[in-house]
C-alpha cells in the first residue's frame, strides 16, 4: 500500500509533484491545504486525488507532509504543524526551497525532516509533468527522511544529488551566480551597448548566437577552455582602453568589468596566460592598485 502524503501549499510545485506521485502510486495524496481553500480545489482537481482542507488543524494524519508555501511562509507552518506531530507517527517532514536547510523545520520534531530541491522550473505545472524527469533534485536532512525522498524523486526518474547540510546555501549561490547573475551580466551588456549607441533590440539580435554559443562552449568544455577574448589573449592594452571607456560612461560598469576581469585571469591563467601578462592585468585591473 502506498504512503500517505498531505500538501500544505499546493502550488505550482506542490501540484505537479502532488500529481506525479499520485498517478505513479509513489505517494497516496491525502489532505490538501492552501492559503485559500478555491486554490487548494484547483489543486486538488489538477492532482486528481485528496481531500480539501481550510487549516492544517483539520488534515488528517500522514506518513509524509510537504510544505510547499513560498519560502516566507516555511517557518510559520513549521511552528503551526510541529505540535500536532508525534514520535508514535514516524512522518517525514520537507519542503522544497533551494535556498532553506532543513533546520528551519525543527519545530516539527520528533519527525524526521529535509529539504529536497528540484533544479527545475515549474512555471508551467503541465509542462513539468511532462519533463520534470532528468531534473536533479538535492537533499539534506535526517537519513531518514532523505532515503525515502530518494525513493519518491527516483520513482518519478529524477537524477538525485546529496548535499552536507552546513553547505546548503553555497550550494543555492552557486545556481544564483550561474543563473541570476548571467541575468544580471545580460543587463550589464546591454547598457554597454546602449551607451555605444546600439539599440536594446538591435543589441538582443547580435548577442544571441554568441551568449547561446558561450554557454554550449563552458557546458561541453568548461570555463577554462571557453574563456576568450581579451584578457585570455594577454592583450593589456586593449583592457586598458575599455576599462578607461566604461569608468567615463559608468562607474557601476568599470566597477563589475574589473571584478569580473579579476576572475577572467584566474581561469586564463590555468590556460597558459604568461605569468608576467598575468600581472599586468591584475594590477590594472585592482582597485585600488596593488
Ligand atoms: N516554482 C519553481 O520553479 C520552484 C522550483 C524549485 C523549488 N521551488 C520551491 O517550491 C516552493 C513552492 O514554490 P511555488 O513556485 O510552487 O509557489 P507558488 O506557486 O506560489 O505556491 C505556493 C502555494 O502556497 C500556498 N500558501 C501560501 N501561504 C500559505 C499558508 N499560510 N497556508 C497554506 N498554504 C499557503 C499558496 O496558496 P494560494 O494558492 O491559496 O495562494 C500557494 O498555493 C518554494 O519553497 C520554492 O522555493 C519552486
Not at 509533468?129 to 532528468?134: H, I
Amino acid at each position: 500500500m502506498s504512503l500517505t502524503l498531505n500538501i500544505i501549499g499546493a502550488g505550482r510545485l506542490g501540484r505537479t509533484l502532488g500529481r506525479l506521485w499520485q498517478q505513479r502510486g509513489f505517494f497516496r495524496i491525502q489532505s490538501i491545504c492552501n492559503h485559500s481553500p478555491q486554490s487548494a480545489e484547483t489543486a486538488r482537481n489538477f492532482i486528481g486525488a485528496g481531500s480539501v482542507c481550510d487549516s492544517i488543524g483539520t488534515m488528517e494524519n500522514a506518513d509524509c507532509w510537504l510544505i510547499a508555501t513560498g519560502d516566507r511562509q516555511i517557518a510559520g507552518i513549521a511552528e503551526q504543524l510541529g505540535p500536532r506531530l508525534n514520535d508514535r507517527d514516524n512522518a517525514v517532514v520537507f519542503h522544497c526551497s533551494g535556498a532553506l536547510g532543513s533546520e528551519i523545520l525543527s519545530p516539527c520534531r520528533p519527525a524526521a525532516t529535509a529539504s529536497a530541491h528540484p533544479v527545475h522550473s515549474f512555471a508551467d505545472p503541465e509542462k513539468s509533468l511532462c519533463n520534470l524527469a532528468g531534473s536533479t533534485v538535492a537533499l539534506e536532512g535526517d537519513r531518514s527522511a532523505i532515503e525515502l525522498l530518494q525513493r519518491a524523486f527516483t520513482a518519478l526518474d529524477c537524477e538525485l544529488l546529496t548535499i552536507d547540510s552546513s553547505k546548503k546555501a553555497l550550494y543555492h549561490a552557486g545556481s544564483v551566480f550561474a543563473c541570476n547573475y548571467l541575468t544580471a551580466l545580460m543587463d550589464l551588456s546591454l547598457r554597454t551597448f546602449s551607451a555605444a549607441g546600439i539599440e536594446r533590440e538591435r543589441a538582443l539580435e547580435l548577442l544571441k548566437p554568441i551568449v547561446l554559443q558561450t554557454a554550449g562552449n563552458n557546458m561541453a568544455m568548461g570555463p577554462e577552455q571557453s574563456l576568450t577574448g581579451p584578457i585570455a589573449r594577454g592583450d593589456v592594452d586593449t583592457v586598458r582602453r575599455q576599462l578607461a571607456a566604461l569608468a567615463q560612461t559608468d562607474t557601476q560598469l568599470a566597477q563589475c568589468y574589473r571584478q569580473l576581469g579579476l576572475t577572467c585571469v584566474e581561469l586564463a591563467r590555468h590556460n597558459q596566460l604568461p605569468g608576467p601578462l598575468a600581472e599586468q592585468l591584475i594590477d590594472l585591473l585592482s582597485e585600488p592598485p596593488r
